[in-house]
């Protein structure tokens, strides 16, 4: 604070932390609610700025016991926020208001028409119709996801752990509701968290945001709000409390069918039948909780009441979301990675020290995309991969590195999920599509039991059978997703610096973020941007040029054209001395550029699908400095679908195959606008061949 104060003539921040706190901790909004450390029995619920009882003896009649609530760092207590405020403080910025969608717009969405977001779904649809038969122009109508996902502090922390409850707004692009998460609610402790303590606060703020709803003051217009709660994004064991069912290793645990499964050895299963077992429904759910209540038992599965049932529009059985982190890269990608490097050299899918040390080799070459995010590492550190470093393993490793390794019968089975999910994972993405997907992920589950055993029909694996299902109610999978929520954990537990007083760390850093971006806003000007440039280290300044909404990144140099370019840029009626060459450009989210051939270089971005679904290596990037027009030079790849991608896919169309192999790359350069890139391929060029492999979206970002 010193320091900053002597940049300036006079002060412009408080001089002692107790009066930054008044400025930037605020406590508004924020709720304590203590309950009994030895029952559980909800004790207290108080606004944090005015707290200040000292104990209260529990009013449970067997317990009676003394809690002291004086000491934050001693007393059993769980945290709310305050969601308007939250949502103020995010719609404050004009950039992002100015892109929340009117749900109205969507609800006479055809059922056949290619969905691109959760908007294009059938539940989103039936939100977007209810709040139209409202009728009520003057109110602002949004919809809300909540996600609640527990996650270990780090090691020092004696055991403790975090359970966030957050809320996303749906109406804002996928990439913007994924990064502004607002925080509903906090539990934190040795112990796992008690969803039917922590929820019913949170849903009774929820239920009031849609009845009476609330206003929002910006600078230059008023909303009148109304929000919903219409799903809940959460792993199985917490999505079974939440519902109130069964968890995954008793009878029907399933969210949305009445599947049994039986006990096999020490482990559930889940049997494939040709036909899925009858659809939960609300009517015959909210009949067996009530019967389960009554007579103390499970009732196929269920034990008590949704504990979201209570909020408005949400519903007990669709509102659940198929999580594709937990179910599909977390769930099955890591189990079957796990049976094929087990310790039984007598099963025919185990790949042997030998295979395992080639595979190992053949990783360490990988350059990938600066869009995969994270690094390629080998498999002796499969125990610390996280879900998209899972998720990269089958989309783009797998069917690469086990050829020769796995024998082709267990490779085509795995073809089928890699296909299977990854066209449940497009970006754009027909009803079509979708049954095709659904084939695919069907098969994969009919044949597992035969290759691999009974032990591998695994719960995640009954999942799988309701992805297509999800994606026709919620869009492509990628719309509602843990991974935004797991990226939301990692920033909490980001302030968190001493196992002394944690919630109070992780209270403060939630006010002092809020506050921060009020702060942004109200000093942002050209000259704090100019004095914040000027103290900028010069080895981290990168030249970016904006045109359009394409970025040239890197500084550019002249552009000396071959023979060939200048034909080429002679047809186009293209002067070359007003062109020069950039290394790198942002489109879409994606990143392209001609591959560095340094061997330190951990990136490539050089390769790319067209919009008329061709491939191109991409040689150089032109920017015509006159007209304002980009070009790409390249050459054209000649590939061929993998022999591990199913048939079926082929024959429908084979440009949505999940991988592809080089056969050649045209000597013949060819010169195309830059708007005819579509996304970025990972490229894996090895002895035994050069595999391509088109990302499905690019929300591959948290």
Known sequence: MKFVNSLFDSNVVPGTRYLLDQYFYSKEGMRYHFFCSACTKMLLSTPAATHSETQIVCPNPSCLKVNCISDLQKASFFVTFDLPYQLKLLLDNPSIRSKVVNPIDFKSEPEDKVMRDLYHGSSYRSFANYVHNLSDTATKFLSLSLSVDSAALCSGFSGQSICPCFIMLNELP?????????????????????????????????????????????????????????????????RCDVQGIHAHRGDFPCSWCLCEGEEYVSCRIFPYTEILPPPRTIEELLQDSRQAERENRFVRGVKYMCLLAAAPMFHPVHGFIC?????????????????????????????????????????????????????????????????RELENWSFFLSLAVLPGSLPDRFLKHWGLYVQGTYLLLLSAIHSDVVNLGEDLLEEFCRKTKGLYGRHMMRFNLHILRHFAENCRRWGPLFALSAYACEAGNQRIKNQVHDCNGVPSQICRGVSEDNALSLLKDSCDSEMTRSFAKSIEPKSHVNRVEL?????????????????????????????????????????????????????????????????NTNIVHIAKIIFNERTKDIWIVGNRVRCEPSPYCPLKVVRYDCSLCCQYVLNSIDEDIIVFDVNELSTVCVSLPFEHGHYITPMPNIFNMY
Request: positive net charge; aromatic residues 10%; hydrophobic residues 35%.
């Open 174 to 238: 996928p990439v913007i509701r994924s990064k502004h998460l607002l925080i509903a609610g906090l539990w934190f402790g040795v112990e796992k968290e008690k969803l039917d303590l922590f929820l019913p606060p949170i849903v009774k703020h929820l239920t009031e945001l849609s009845s009476p709803g609330f206003s929002l003051h910006f600078r230059d217009v008023t909303w009148n709000v109304k929000a919903f709660l219409i799903a809940c994004i959460a792993d199985s064991v917490a």
């Open 323 to 387: 999580d594709q982190m937990h179910a599909k890269d977390e769930g099955t990608t890591k189990a079957f990675l796990n049976s094929w490097l087990g310790e039984d050299g007598k099963t025919p899918y185990y790949l042997g020290q030998p295979n395992i040390r080639k595979i190992n080799r053949l990783l360490t070459q990988v350059k990938i995309p600066r869009e995969l995010r994270k690094g390629v590492r080998t498999l002796k550190h499969l125990s610390y991969f996280t879900g």
């Open 547 to 611: 045109v359009g909404k394409i970025e040239l990144k890197g500084f550019p140099k002249a552009f000396k054209a071959s023979e060939e370019e200048k034909w080429h840029f002679n047809e186009l009626q293209v002067n070359l001395l007003d062109c020069v060459e950039f290394p790198l450009l942002k489109k879409d989210g994606c990143h392209f550029g001609p591959g560095s051939s340094h061997r330190q270089s951990k990136t490539d971005n050089s390769y790319a699908k067209l919009q």
